[in-house]
């Protein structure tokens, strides 16, 4: 009967040196990002905007500025909403421990590290790493800074409707029901009875009666589902040309759109004439109109004579969809009349009709890219300075990812999944093409058997081989 041999245990050794350590070879997304930023000294930039707020030695070693905003980034790659997810995914991933330069005997930052930097570093100096951002796609041909369009979507806040209180007398909801049914002569009011008596009530939801307090800035409002919620409000200024977004604005839940275009529409244009100022020149010509937008585009919720009469004052040309309002009346509004009715005729246009195509494609891009697969359609910080913070960093990854997508067809590292997979097939096919040509007046291939066809659905360009990794085409 064979027996097993017996196997001899060996000894591991005690000490090993860091260089025989297994390494495994960076992600080359986030290998070829770190070049990018690296080319144009992204370090050397955020550490002389963040120097006032670092001491030379005191406690314990902080989070540099270079790897703080690398980690917001990450949140936008990986799709990650809060700050604790970002810590968890860089402890977990050597390519990301390469991306944030981090030694192997190294620790990454903790969750409360990340959002105490957050809080020390200003709202400015995010605001000026969006701008750094800018300039770099200016650089690299993807802004022009003519055609801007407009529109906003709400981010449901970390706040509860059910610890909303009133402002005058701090009362939560259900003890100010309970006090308007005793006042009704209710005694003892049951569930029941609160409910019906709620329904009954006008405006049972207003801002100027209830606040949450533990995030008094977020606002109740309805979001794209139907729920009504506490909420913030991100709009973007996105050029139409490229599909960069060259600007961004958060503010209550609650703001109208004819309040807040005319926050974000000059934010727009002072951002692009600092780009233009810093990267036109003699040598490469007038990359980025200096001037600013001249042509805004926006959905029928911007609609409103302040709005357009603002817009025409300004000499921005406006394209902006006429709701259905009936016959109008324009006695003593001469200026109004002449900006709804030329506004009217520019969007009944060829040219007009386009520009609306373009916002639809473009805007609702940005907002599936930014808060769809880049997960921050839900936020996890309160105060609109923290949520605004982390939004345009968020939004700085969304235009880095323009610039990766121009160099490899993939913006975000899920892009990468099926790549090698798609460089294969296509090399496969070039190679079938270059068979047929070879031998025109060959019935047969000599690659191809009797019962064999070269015209394989695998390799002549089905269906599958045009499939996405990712909902929105990354």
């Not at 070879?25 to 120097?51: I, S, T």
């Not at 970002?86 to 030694?103: E, G, K, Q, T």
């Not at 506004?343 to 609306?356: F, M, P, S, T, V």
């Not at 093409?433 to 025109?440: F, G, I, S, V």
Request: hydrophobic fraction near 35%.
């Amino acid at each position: 009967m064979g027996r097993r041999r017996k196997q001899r245990q060996q000894q591991e050794e005690f000490w090993v040196a860091h260089s025989e350590l297994p390494r495994t070879v960076a992600h080359p997304f986030y290998q070829r990002l770190n070049q990018v930023l690296e080319a144009r000294g992204f370090d050397a930039f955020v550490e002389g905007q963040c120097e006032r707020f670092y001491a030379e030695a005191m406690g314990r070693p902080s989070l540099t500025p270079g790897r703080y905003f690398r980690l917001l980034l990450i949140g936008y790659f990986e799709g990650i909403e809060g700050e604790r997810g970002i810590a968890w995914r860089a402890a977990d991933s050597l390519a990301l421990r390469h991306f944030l330069d981090l030694r192997l005997s190294e620790a990454p930052p903790d969750h409360s590290t990340i959002s105490r930097t957050r809080r020390l570093i200003d709202l400015e100096t995010h605001q000026a790493v969006f701008r750094w951002v800018l300039e770099l796609l200016a650089e690299k041909g993807l802004l022009q800074g003519k055609t801007v369009g407009i529109d906003a979507t709400t981010l449901e806040a970390n706040a509860a409707m059910r610890s909303i209180v009133r402002r005058d007398t701090g009362e939560g909801y259900e003890e100010f029901l309970r006090r308007l049914a005793e006042e009704s002569g209710i005694a003892t009011p049951t569930r029941e009875q609160l409910a019906k008596l709620d329904r009954k009530r006008a405006k049972k939801g207003s801002n100027d009666d209830w606040v949450n307090p533990h995030d008094p800035e977020a606002e109740i409002t309805q979001l794209k589902d139907g729920r009504t919620h506490l909420a913030y409000k991100a709009e973007h200024a996105v050029d139409l040309e490229t599909g960069a977004v060259v600007a961004v604005t958060v503010t209550g839940g609650a703001a109208g759109d004819t309040e807040t275009i005319l926050e974000t529409l000059p934010q727009a244009g002072e951002h692009i004439a600092e780009v233009a100022c810093t990267t036109n020149n003699e040598e490469v010509g007038e990359r980025v109109h200096p001037e600013g937008p001249v042509e805004a585009v926006t959905d029928k919720g911007y609609h409103s004579n302040d709005t357009l009469t603002a817009l025409a004052e300004a000499e921005v040309r406006t394209y902006v969809s006429e709701p259905d309002r009936g016959r109008r009346r324009w006695q003593n509004k001469p200026e109004a009349q002449q900006a709804v009715y030329s506004n009217r005729r520019r969007i009944h246009g060829e040219h007009g009709k386009q520009l609306l195509r373009r916002r639809g494609e473009f805007l609702e891009r940005s907002f599936a890219h930014a808060y769809e697969t880049g997960g921050m359609r839900r936020v996890y910080l309160r105060g609109r300075q923290n949520v605004y913070k982390r939004v345009l960093i968020h939004m700085g990854g969304f235009n880095l990812s323009l610039v990766m997508r121009q160099w490899s067809g993939k913006g975000t590292p899920r892009g990468w999944q099926g790549y090698s997979a798609e460089a294969l097939l296509m090399g496969l096919q070039l190679w079938i093409a270059t068979l047929e040509r070879a031998e025109p007046e060959s019935p047969q291939s000599p690659m191809c058997g009797p019962h064999l066809s070269c015209a394989s659905p695998l390799l002549s360009g089905s269906r599958h081989a045009d499939k996405t990794t990712s909902a929105t085409g990354c």
